[in-house]
């Protein structure tokens, strides 16, 4: 059954290195550049590396400055995410030198809204060589433009699944810009749909081996997370920049899962179903204004964000010889609030840059939850959950200064000395108050030893961001678990070393990779808890290292023209004491091993492209005192397309993926005693979730 599909993405992959240049009638603008697109220009600039223009990508149509970004060779967006507050930038985009003063506002959203049209060049430049405190390695600054008119962009990306799934027909978005000499704005409107399922057969085996329990099942999980966004920058004429940006969310996420079950271990036949909700409404709204003061420049920040969580979840079994239900409801509504002020006061001294910065955050969450369970009689009957209901809250001060010069020409340094005071509480059940003094800080090194080669290193002292809802109570109806309450959960705190090399191939590509090493303290992973139970807590210290990096390859130079693959990879490794058995193992769920190749072949005179993609990726099981269970892959997901990029001023990508069929799999061993090696029974599933086509539209205006 898998030959077929196997074959086509190899022949396609063939076709796509092999392919001669098609003549068309139609001369392609590009065709003499193509022989050189993707590289770059080298700078002689001591702090840039590289330098892109829009005419490097126009082989891709780019519709916006995202596609651009995603195409630069050995380069990777880092979003940031779960950053605590704001802090020193914790991303590599830069628009026009400046942080994109935004959370779940971040570069993704910023670069996607700006119009390739309004693109003037990408710089590829030192971190450590800015005046902005955090950054090191390659950092992507995008220059842009406003072209004095209103510009827009859509795109529209229908998919449909072979089996079990329901259509998704409203993944879509539309992007606008405009303004002036002094002034860009920006809105979108977007859709980001999913509608996924897998289903098959899940067996249940006893301590001994023997089957006792088996289970026909079928899980879909639909999501719509519909929003509007937007900026607005002014710089005015005595250089004051204003930037501003917001966004309102809405999620919609269904989870269904039915279970036919029959076994020898089980009296008679029953049928599970399990259905959880969640509808959240979010907001979050931003801006920074940076002006003169004093010899310097002085940077005033402020974020507030908002988000309102409620879900449901049930569990509810029908047995084939009683009308009486057994199930529990488990319903939750989450307010989670988050305020951010800071100010940065950039001058030069001491022959370089020199940045001072306070920040102050109050971070609330606010849960009420509810447990019921359904008695013999079928009546659901509240169940106490104590410590499920509370408010976790955080008020925390930040001050730090950061220093950055060169050194030499081509070698630039920067540092930065700093310390936080936090006060952690929690109300309610087991609820208390902490407070905490902590230092943090970097030394980074950014070396451009030639044209083609750059180095750079880091050392730093980081402190972890809280999950706040690690400290409440909750049960997780689907696989039965349930974690007790624990109010103290301190931030982990990590030493963390980062090597960086990126080095240019010419015609051929580019390569980076990034070697890191973390000494953590105070790690959070499932831990007893005094008065019985588990949950989230701290255990003192671990270690996680590891590789990752990017390479792109061209054809050009190895004789053929208009092919380009880029492949990824992720190897990595930690350690930790289990602490129930005070023995190493990974650190829970940690991954261990993702590699992706994407390929791409562009047709020289033509508007036509073909390509595909494959992934794989390796996990560390996931521990609790109770069970170990593991999520895997038995091969990667493949994928091919074709494209064309000009059909009546449009961008249409035709797409199918998970052409070798692959499964998901998860298996769980859930113990009587782990520590005395005692099993209760052992779960081994194995789901389908068949091929997947998508149709994407993109076009401008």
Not at 51 to 61: G, H, I, K
Not at 142 to 166: C, E, L, M
Not at 305 to 334: I, K, M, Y
Request: charged share 25%.
């Amino acid at each position: 059954m898998k030959t077929a599909p196997l074959f086509s993405t190899c022949a396609l992959i063939a076709l796509s290195c092999t392919a001669p240049a098609l003549a068309t009638g139609r001369d392609d603008a590009n065709t003499a550049a193509l022989d050189q697109a993707d590289t770059g220009a080298p700078s002689d600039a001591p702090n840039t590396r590289r330098t892109f223009t829009p005419e490097d990508f126009a082989r891709f149509a780019p519709r916006s400055a995202l596609d651009m970004a995603q195409r630069i060779p050995g380069f990777a967006i880092q979003t940031g995410d779960g950053a605590r507050g704001f802090g020193q930038a914790d991303t590599n985009v830069l628009i026009n030198g400046r942080r994109i003063s935004g959370k779940s506002n971040g570069p993704i959203e910023a670069l996607q809204r700006i119009p390739a049209d309004d693109v003037i060049r990408l710089e590829l430049v030192d971190g450590a060589s800015l005046d902005i405190g955090g950054l090191s390695g390659q950092v992507l600054n995008v220059i842009t433009r406003n072209s004095g008119r209103v510009t827009g962009q859509f795109r529209y990306a229908p998919r449909f699944r072979s089996k079990g799934t329901p259509a998704r027909l409203l993944e879509g978005s539309v992007a606008i810009a405009g303004g002036g000499a002094k002034t860009d704005w920006t809105l979108a409107l977007e859709n980001d749909s999913n509608r996924r399922g897998n289903d098959g057969v899940e067996r249940v085996f006893d301590a001994a081996g023997a089957l006792i329990d088996e289970r026909v099942e079928q899980s879909n999980f639909n999501s719509d997370r519909i929003s509007a966004s937007g900026s607005f920058t002014r710089i005015a004429d005595n250089g004051n920049v204003l930037n501003a940006t917001g966004e309102v969310q809405g999620f919609f996420f269904t989870e269904t899962e039915t279970s036919q079950r029959a076994g020898s271990g089980f009296a008679v036949d029953r049928d599970r179903l399990f259905r959880a909700t969640e509808d959240e409404f979010n907001f979050e709204i931003g801006a920074d204004y940076q002006f003169g003061f004093v010899g310097g420049r002085l940077k005033l920040i402020g974020l507030h964000r908002f988000e309102n969580s409620p879900t449901v979840a049930l569990s509810e079994t029908s047995f084939a010889d009683s009308d009486v239900l057994e199930g529990t409801v488990f319903t939750r509504n989450a307010d989670e609030f988050e305020t951010i002020g800071r100010a940065e006061f950039s001058f030069e001294g001491l022959g370089g840059d020199i940045q001072f910065a306070a920040e102050g955050v109050r971070n609330i969450l606010d849960i009420t939850s509810a447990l019921e369970v359904r008695d013999e009689a079928g009546v659901l009957q509240p169940i106490d959950l104590p410590g499920a209901t509370a408010q976790v809250d955080e008020d925390r001060a930040e001050l730090n200064a950061t220093y950055s010069r060169a050194l030499a020409r081509n070698l630039q340094f920067q540092s930065s000395l700093g310390a936080e005071y936090s006060k952690l509480g929690k109300s309610g059940e087991f609820g208390q108050t902490r407070t905490f003094y902590r230092p943090k800080g970097f030394v980074a090194l950014d070396w451009k030893a030639s044209n083609s080669l750059n180095l750079s290193g880091r050392v730093e002292r980081e402190i972890g961001q809280l999950n706040f809802f690690d400290f409440l109570a909750t049960v997780d109806l689907d696989q039965d678990r349930q974690d007790v309450s624990n109010a103290d959960l301190v931030p982990q705190q990590s030493w963390v070393y980062e090597m960086e090399a990126t080095l240019g191939l010419g015609a051929l590509g580019s390569l980076n990779v990034r070697g890191f090493y973390e000494d953590i303290t105070d790690i959070v992973d499932q831990i007893p808890i005094d008065g019985g139970g588990q949950a989230p807590g701290n255990i003192a210290s671990a270690t996680f290292y590891g590789v990752r990096g990017e390479a792109t390859v061209l054809s050009e130079p190895i004789g053929w023209r208009g092919t380009r693959v880029d492949l990824r990879f992720v190897f990595s490794d930690s350690s930790v004491l289990d602490p129930l058995l005070g023995t190493a193992r990974q650190l829970s769920g940690q991954e261990l091993i993702d590699l992706g190749m994407d390929i791409r072949h562009d047709f020289p005179g033509s508007v036509w492209a073909v390509g595909g993609s494959a992934n794989w990726e390796d996990n560390a099981p996931s521990v609790r005192l109770d069970e170990i269970s593991l999520r895997s892959e038995p091969f990667g997901f493949v994928s091919a397309f074709v494209e064309n990029k000009d059909l009546a001023g449009l961008t249409v990508r035709a797409s199918a993926a998970n052409l070798l069929n692959r499964e998901d799999r998860f298996d769980r061993t859930v113990f009587i005693d782990r520590r005395a090696g005692l099993i209760d029974f052992i779960e081994d599933r194995d789901r389908t979730f068949g091929m997947i086509f998508t149709l994407v539209v993109e076009g401008s205006f």
